[in-house]
């Protein structure tokens, strides 16, 4: 009985102790959304306003003498081709690892696997050189290429496709299935929910992956959201206002996707790591 | 109805020769797998390649010229790489063990809630990752600013300070500031790979265990601590992998500053390539990063896996 007790106060207090942490990782989001309908002033002001009392828009009006549009068209368009092409790429090679039988096998899928641990910057000058002599220097194409190339999408859908039952891909030989037919007809179907979070994983990292925009992308137009906050904080560190406003702009899509897809989102994350 | 008899046939001597590798099947299997390598080709390994081989050259915008492991000797009397070092091996000893830790508290305390209470908790701490650094980074920077920032007013409030710190321009704190965000930005994940693991433990033992008497303690370090390991294994490699290349926090935050007391290797590549052109120097560096990253990822590798019992 005595051992119940000291559980139920273990977790009481733990359970508090959570709550009081839970307020550092919700405050940023909190500030930024806030923030963003405050003036410049405001959002400096000591003691802090913790809500805005008179809403303006006056940072938003500032925030798109940018090309704000531009650049969440960039953001966005390099998000959905790098998950149309992650997800095709990975779902066709995560089949063949996963079931078929072939020459070169543990080769092939242990240099995807040792890739993902060396660390990027090795490749950072050579890929910058490589997209620039490609023709795609200051493209999208230069950020979306490199983040197909990164083998993790290969990996999770290997992880995936295991699960698939070997007869019914031998019975839809036997029925004379094409090898094309087979995947799209019968692979695809079963690895769809791995495929879906393949693509909530995949849209929500390339939209947040601040480091390669840097390097692949110069000039005004071509940036993305998050490129372009980062350029303006660094010009005018001051413009508090309009900074939260590019933030709320940036942040908010993002953080709708994944609450509206925080199944699949974690069940990818899961996936790749924890065996069932 | 002949082709189906003779396909039949076909499929029986398959079945027959299952243990042969069929033809057929490697070359089917590569021409599925051909985006997938050629993305792969391109966009990594060549470059890894041409980084590797770079690096024994004297390489910037008007020379290229072979000098052997120059770059590597010089790397180690350059004060601001030994400085770049061990700023990244102080983050990866301080910030890993944190994130490892407070993950597995929190995980520990929500997996048994009910599914909404813990994908409540799990959204939250995965809140800072999906807003993206660069949102993130906006709000801290206000937080540590000396003067209109809040982490100031409230300590001085409080009567904890008498004067305002730097936090970002002080060597003392600006490490620890950057490892704060750090770890705000870095526990969603392991969060969500720990409540899969231990929702996934046989609940039987679990109960067995404590029926015999065993406290919560017990339990956590005899069954639920053994049975998680892999996962830890996981969660441990991947953030020491992370936290090594840590880059866009001290590049927003501090820009490797005070005088590269911030700078991590990853920054220093970045400064050295695009701000001083010095190519072949700065994949100098990156090979290194690597070797260490290496090392540090078999060690743990070899740490663990002594502890993991299948």
Redesign the interface.
Known sequence: MG?KKT?GL??LS??TV?TLI?L??????Y??VT?SFKTDLQ??????IWWPTQPTLGSYVALFKNPVLAWFGNSFMISLVTMALVC???S??G???AK??????AI?FT??VS?M???????????V??VGSLGFKDTLWAVI??A????FG?FLMKQFSETLPGELL?AA??D?CT?MDT?VRIVLPIVKPGVAALAIFTF?SS??D??LQ??MLTSRNKLTL??G??TM?AEF?SN?GQ??AG??I??IP??LI??LF??SF?QG??MG???? | MEIASRTNEATRSRSRHRRAIDKRETIVSYLFMLPAILFFAFFVIYPILTGIFTSFFSYSIDEFKFIGLQNYFNLFIDEFFVKSLRNTVFLVLAAVPIIVLFSLFVSVVIYQKNSFVRSLFRGIFYLPVVTGTVSVVVVWKWIFDPLSGVLNFVLMKAGAIETEIMWLADKRYAIWAIIMVLVTTSVGQPIVLYIASLGNLDQSNIEAAEIDGANSWQVFRHIKWPGIMPTTLYVVVITTINTFQCFSLIQLLTSGGPNYNTSTIMFLVYDTAFRYFKFGYANSMGVVLAIVIGIFSLAQFKFFSNNVEY
Do not use: C
Request: proline share 7%.
């Open positions: 051992q559980l273990f977790d733990s359970m959570l839970t550092i990782f919700i405050f940023p989001f500030w930024v923030g959002s400096q002001q000591l003691p802090p095709i790429v990975s066709m090679a089949y063949v690892l078929k039988r072939f020459h070169g096998k092939v240099m995807l890739a641990a060396l660390p990027k910057q090795v490749v950072l000058v050579p890929l050189q490589l290429l490199p197909v190339g990164w083998p290969v031998e030989k036997i004379g090898e995947f929500i939209w947040n601040y480091f840097l390097i998050q490129l906050i980062a904080q560190s508090y900074l939260m933030a709320t940036a942040a993002i953080v994944f609450l925080q199944k974690t994350i899961t790591a924890v065996k069932g």
